[in-house]
């Protein structure tokens, strides 16, 4: 067999000391190149798991934010709905106010309007019955021919208190 190998051209110290080269460079590359490869491969591997770990959360966190501002939407559109119909019943209500103060004030002018219609009423009744005084002595005085200054006032009082009782009764 040595012989054989020696035919194929092969020494066996050579091979011997090829054989420790490669386990010396084997063992250095092993030492300084592949094991930290080998553990920044795993450290790289971690951090994208990491991140896609955290993606997947942010996306969970990201649909209930959305769940949550859909309720909040809906809530603040419940509560807007509820302002409105509250201010619908509010302004209702200050208009039926409004309708009432202005027939209050309706009924109060009306009142004023007839008091002060029954004031000037009683004005014109007494200037009429002070003008119809004026007219009876006048006539009575013509009728006794007598100075006006002699009909007696209280003659002339009478009368005018008898045609305001007739007035009065008609």
């Known amino acids: 067999m040595s012989e054989l190998f020696h035919k194929l051209g092969v020494n066996w110290k050579l091979l011997f000391a090829q054989g420790v080269n490669f386990l010396i460079v084997f063992t250095v590359l092993r030492f300084t190149v592949y094991k930290p490869l080998i553990s920044l491969l795993g450290a790289r591997k971690e ?3 990491k991140g896609i770990q955290d993606a997947e959360q942010a996306r969970k966190i990201m649909l209930e934010s959305e769940t949550v501002k859909a309720e909040k939407i809906a809530s603040a559109q419940k509560e807007g709905l509820q302002i409105i119909r509250a201010m619908e019943a509010r302004s209702k209500e200050v208009g039926e106010q409004l309708i009432a103060e202005a027939r209050k004030k309706e009924a ?7 008091i002060r219609g029954g004031e000037e009423l009683e004005k014109e009744k007494n200037m009429f019955y002070k003008e119809a005084g004026e007219m009876v002595k006048m006539a009575i ?3 006794v021919e007598i ?3 002699r009909i007696d006032e209280k003659l002339i009082d009478q009368a005018v208190a008898g ?3 007739k007035r009065i009764t008609h």
């Open 47 to 49: 951090k994208i798991r």
């Open 141 to 143: 005085a013509r009728t």
């Open 108 to 114: 109060d002018i009306l009142k004023s309007a007839e």
């Open 147 to 149: 100075s006006p200054d």
């Open 163 to 165: 045609l305001s009782k």
